[in-house]
Structure formats: C-alpha cells, structure tokens
C-alpha cells in the first residue's frame, strides 16, 4: 500500500500569507491521481483538487496543486480568514486510497 | 443535488457491532462507487473501503478485513457500513463519500455524508 507523507504537520502563518504544503508518497502516485481536501472543525472533508492540479468546482483560485510521480504540492497564494483549516492528500484510483496524516494551518 | 444522508449516533459496547447507513439521492446510486472513511477524536482521515452498488463487490483496506462489511440496498439507494467486534479503538465519526462514476476515469470523494459518531463504552 502506498504510504502518504505530509510536511509540515502544523504551519504557523497569517493571513495574506503564501502557504505551501507537502504530500510525499512512498510510490509513484498513477496518473497523478492524488487529491487535496480542507477540514474544518465539525465538517465532513471538502475536495480542493483532483489529478493533482485540478481545482474542483467552485474552488478559488488561490488554491493550486502541482507534482507528479511521488511527490506533490498544495499551494494557497494568498491566505485568507477561512483557510485555517487542516488539510489532507489522497491517492485514489487504486485499489487503495490511502490519506496522508495532514497538515494543519494555524493563524500565527 | 447530490445528497448522502447517514444515520444518527450510535452508542455500543465493547465486543457489540454498529451498523450505519447512507442514503443517497440527487445522482443513480447504482452508477458511482460508495466509499466510507473514518476519523477518530482528533486524528486524520481514514479510508475503510468502497462497495459498487449494482454489484455489491466490495473493497476493503487491509485493516478493515474481517471485522467490516459494506452492503446495500438499491431499492432505496442506500448502502451500509458494519463494523463488528467494537474497541474503544473504533470510537470515531464515520463517513460516507461518493466514489468514481462505473467506468469512467477515477474520481476522488467530491460528495460526504454528514458523519455518523460512533461511541464504545461499557
């Protein structure tokens, strides 16, 4: 099974800040079919991107993904309010679809 | 609208099984994967398997085998999560998410549940 690594576990920034995060694979992901999702206190995941740089819909654009092969990026350009939050990769596509641990964003 | 409904909190104890539930409406239940992931107090996301809903095939992470079975009812667009043998290890809220289309390209959870809490105390 592929193992998804995440890095840093917390990051510390403010708003207006440029966040990005980290999601290592221990296997080359297939297709680049690796997705992101934001967790909110209370709230069920929300799918961000799919195919690592697909923004799902009505997805802002601040939000961007990039990688391939085993390792991959989410990148938030400019942080704002509601973006602190935990967020998590996924492989998917395979017979496995496996989450990385999160990373937290926290105001600093 | 896509809409997946689950079932309420369950309280059981030790050694009891849970059965939750999923109720989809707004696309054909029959025509996309149902996958359940849990996520116990304070921890990440874990994914526990996906059903094919006009088949009934299923599969499930390693973890899971043995102790869950994932089933469902087409006849009211429903599928079910059972998780047997409880520890406090299983307190978490489990969720239900809409998989890949049958035969397209893969596609990662774009639609939840609402969570369904599950609690082992004696």
């Known amino acids: 099974e592929n193992v998804l690594t995440q890095s840093p576990g917390t990051l510390s920034l403010s708003p207006g800040d440029r966040a990005t995060l980290s999601c290592r694979a221990s296997?080359?992901?297939?297709?680049?079919?690796l997705a992101w999702y934001q967790q909110k206190p209370g709230q069920a995941p929300r799918l961000l991107i799919h195919?690592?740089?697909s923004r799902a819909t009505g997805i802002p654009d601040r939000f961007s993904g990039s990688g391939s092969g085993t390792d991959f990026t989410l990148t938030i350009s400019r942080l704002e309010p509601e973006d602190f939050a935990v967020y998590y990769c996924?492989?998917?596509?395979?017979?496995?679809?496996?989450f990385g641990q999160g990373t937290r964003v926290e105001i600093k | 609208q896509v809409q997946l409904v689950q079932s309420g909190a369950e309280v059981k104890e030790p050694g009891a099984s849970v059965k939750v539930s999923c109720k989809a409406s707004?696309?054909?239940?029959?025509?996309?994967?149902m996958h359940w992931v849990r996520q116990a107090p304070g921890q990440g996301l874990e994914w526990m398997g996906w059903?094919?809903?006009?088949?009934?095939?299923?599969n499930l992470a390693q973890n899971f085998q043995g102790r869950v079975t994932m089933t469902r009812d087409t006849s009211i667009s429903t599928g079910y999560m059972e998780l047997t043998r409880l520890t406090s290890d299983d307190l978490a809220v489990y969720y239900c998410?809409?998989?890949?289309?049958?035969?397209?390209?893969?596609?990662?959870?774009?639609?939840w549940g609402q969570g369904t809490l599950v609690t082992v105390s004696s």
């Open positions: 998410a809409r998989g890949s289309a049958l035969g397209e390209s893969p596609t990662p959870h774009e639609y």
């Open positions: 707004g696309y054909t239940f029959t025509g996309h994967y």
């Open positions: 195919r690592a740089s």
């Open positions: 296997q080359s992901v297939s297709n680049s079919y």
């Open positions: 996924q492989q998917y596509g395979s017979s496995s679809w496996p």
């Open positions: 059903i094919k809903p006009n088949t009934g095939d299923t």
